[in-house]
């Protein structure tokens, strides 16, 4: 019964503090991204739960950074914080990074680097769609977002990063 008088929210901190959920003292890894879980339950807003959230280097990825990157600048757009940015970055030997990203901004980005030449996004996410739009060629996997298989011109069928390199060479 109190589950129907409910309410539920998932997303960033930053988007439950703006709900009104107080956050108060949470202990972040720092290399994770923190997602929070909350309830409005009677007009009372209660943070259930936080889950911190990592995302997992490819194994090919450094070999096919290092190929892209005697194509061309790689650069990372991410919505992620900036250490994790860092550590992916660091990882896989992309040239640089841009990281805690909107999509607005990744859009934007995006629009910046078409003046100085032909853009190639790779994405998978929700908050990918508009840079993907933006770019000269978006690509992304199969398994990606509704919204991100429709705005990419580009659709990989299989999870493998290895496929980026084998288009550059057609």
Known sequence: DSFAKAAYHLGSLLYLEELGYGIGAVSLDGIATPVGFGRTLNGQKELLCVFQLQDTIRPEAASVVAELN?????????GDGEQTAALVTQGTGLRSFQASMTPEQKRDRIAELRKTGVTVMLGDGVNDTVALSAAHVGITFAEASRLA??????LLLKPDLRLLTFMTRL
């Open 149 to 154: 298989l429709y705005s990419a011109d580009i």
């Open 70 to 78: 005697n194509a061309g600048d790689t650069e990372l757009l991410t």
